[in-house]
């Protein structure tokens, strides 16, 4: 997976969600790595055998300009990440894996969520993976999601709302603004560990 050219990217206008979903991934990405809680992390189909070249950002930019597919997928996908992780916590982001990661919950996203979506050959493509290699990762995560692809209204908003949040973080008024209680608190995770039928929302995400 190597940096793709941008040619004619900087003429679409990529989406907000692009842009906050990467800095999430970035951050818990880079923190994992660091953290000794997963030096023995289990090895799955989704570890790249190096940190591939391309940078989270771009590796999204990318996938937006080719895949077509809605601003909706990729809150979707991130929806799917959290729910994979949490089923599967020896499992972590991290630089190794995120990118195989992300091709494979974006492609499940826009096919549960598009009526028209690209086959698994040309999103092997576009992720810079084999066809083959692609369909094991699709089937890998649907039964690490436990098949779970429903997404209500309610916690569709929900995560839109962390990711408004990474937004608030990124602004220079979240410098001037008081440290918040117990947002920093060990490990960066991905992790919202709420239940989706509890109106509460109890999330605990520690970004």
């Known amino acids: ?27 818990v990405a880079e923190s994992n790595d660091h953290s000794r809680r997963f030096q023995s992390q289990k090895i799955s189909v989704f570890h790249g055998l190096s940190r591939p070249t391309i940078s989270i950002r771009s590796y999204l930019e990318r996938i937006f300009k080719y895949a077509n597919c809605s601003s909706s997928c990729f809150v979707v996908a991130y929806v799917y990440l959290d729910r994979f992780l949490q ?10 894996n995120v990118h195989r990661l992300l091709i494979t919950s974006v ?5 549960f969520m598009d009526d028209i979506y690209y086959n698994n ?31 209500t209204p309610a916690t569709f908003h929900t ?38 039928d509890d109106s509460t929302h109890q999330q605990q995400l520690a970004v």
């Open 1 to 27: 997976m190597a940096e793709p050219e941008t040619n004619d990217l900087e003429q679409q206008t990529v989406p907000k969600v692009i842009t906050f979903l990467s800095s999430l991934l970035q951050r």
């Open 87 to 96: 089923m599967q916590p020896s499992l972590p982001i991290n630089s190794f």
């Open 107 to 111: 492609l499940i996203s826009a096919k």
């Open 121 to 151: 050959a040309y999103y092997a493509k576009v992720g810079g993976i084999s066809i083959v290699e692609m369909n094991l990762l699709e089937v890998d995560f649907l039964f690490g999601l436990g098949f779970q692809l429903n997404v």
């Open 159 to 196: 995560y839109c709302s962390f990711l408004q949040r990474e937004m608030w973080m990124q602004s220079p008024l979240h410098h001037l603004a008081k440290p918040s209680l117990n947002i920093i608190g060990g490990p960066l995770k991905i992790h919202c560990c709420f239940n989706e």
